[in-house]
């Protein structure tokens, strides 16, 4: 008892000697990584706290740039200048260098920088919250600070060297091995991922292939994991609207079953697959999903024929009238 009790009054005493230093700058205790998928060239960085909106204040990326991830007591600001060194051509290293030694609250800082070559460069100041740390190695960096034990971001480094499969999956895996480690030692409140293109389209609402934040929950981890499969999800239905604007139609329903296998309970994705399937004369196999969704919430009954004056449900007078039975 009387070793908590040192180690809570010496954590006090830290933390109130920062907040005295760095009085405007918020704090971001937390683990996190930067990675690079050399395959597709996407970029991502992922972060969980036991802070209020932990994504909005440590994770940074831009396409064909770089990806950021600034915490402990923030210095919010490395972000956008952390990537506009990167659109100059210096190195993760150079960035981080230069970031680290033009500020005075350096010692308490945490940095990772990874750019569109999946070149990673980080650092922990010597005051950071123990225990804290980072590995830097190729296409990743991962860091902590404030943790349970030393084992957290090691734990980070080793799950995502032998996963597999998309970026924003195999980040998310790497944070769940960090908190099955021991994680934040004060808990857990909110997550975020991020996703970037390795090469910008130009189009900026194109180039954030995930962008998720959970900020606050008692399971953010938990959340995030279901965010990002509710993601995946409305991909396949999206998918299947660009084929049915390309007249597609047998690759639209399979994005749209797609989309249902994962989740077979979501209305919306039911409704628009029955209407895709109407359009496409396949009547028999629309009218049971009609009827069920028009049992379980009217409002859909309700807005079917505010679709033909928009051209989406494009069905004959008597086909119609079999759908609104």
């Not at 230093?21 to 683990?31: D, K, Q, S, V």
């Not at 210095?75 to 210096?90: D, I, T, V, Y």
């Not at 680290?100 to 609250?105: A, E, H, L, R």
């Not at 180039?207 to 959970?214: K, N, S």
Request: hydrophobic content about 40%.
């Amino acid at each position: 008892m009387r070793v908590k009790l040192f180690l809570l009054i010496v954590l006090i005493t830290i933390i109130t000697h920062a907040q005295t230093y760095l009085r405007n700058e918020p704090f971001a205790h937390t683990y996190s990584i930067v990675a690079f998928d050399p395959q597709t060239g996407d970029m991502g960085v992922a972060v969980q706290s036991h802070w209020f909106s932990v994504g909005t204040i440590v994770s940074w990326g831009e396409a064909g740039v770089g990806v950021i991830a600034t915490q402990s007591f923030v210095n919010a600001s490395f972000g956008p200048r952390g990537l506009e060194l990167l659109k100059q051509g210096k190195s993760p290293q150079e960035v981080v260098d230069q970031l680290i030694s033009s500020d005075d609250g350096r010692d308490f800082r945490q940095l990772a920088v990874l750019d569109s070559k999946g070149r990673a460069a980080s650092y922990t100041g010597v005051k950071c919250i123990q225990p804290a740390g980072n590995i830097a190695e190729e296409n990743f960096s991962v860091q902590a600070n404030l943790m349970l034990n030393y084992n957290v971001w090691p734990a980070m480094a080793e799950s995502f060297k032998n996963s597999k499969g998309k970026l924003a999956e195999r980040m998310l895996t790497a944070l769940e091995a960090a908190e099955n480690a021991g994680g934040d030692i004060r808990g857990k409140q909110s997550a975020a991922l991020l996703v970037v293109r390795g090469k910008s389209t130009g189009k900026v609402w194109e180039d954030r292939i995930v962008d998720l934040r959970v900020d606050d929950h008692p399971q953010p981890l938990i959340e995030l994991r279901r965010l990002l499969s509710v993601h995946r999800a409305y991909e396949h239905m999206n998918n299947g609207d660009l084929a049915v604007e390309k007249n597609e139609m047998d690759k639209a329903m399979a994005e749209y079953s797609a989309a249902m296998k994962m989740f077979p309970d979501n209305i919306e994705m039911k409704y628009w697959t029955a209407v895709t399937l109407a359009n496409n004369g396949r009547i028999n196999e629309a009218l049971p999903m009609f009827k069920e969704i028009f049992s379980k919430d009217n409002n859909w009954k309700i807005l079917t024929p505010r679709l033909v004056p928009s051209g989406l449900l494009t069905v004959d007078e008597k086909t119609f009238n079999e759908i609104m039975k």
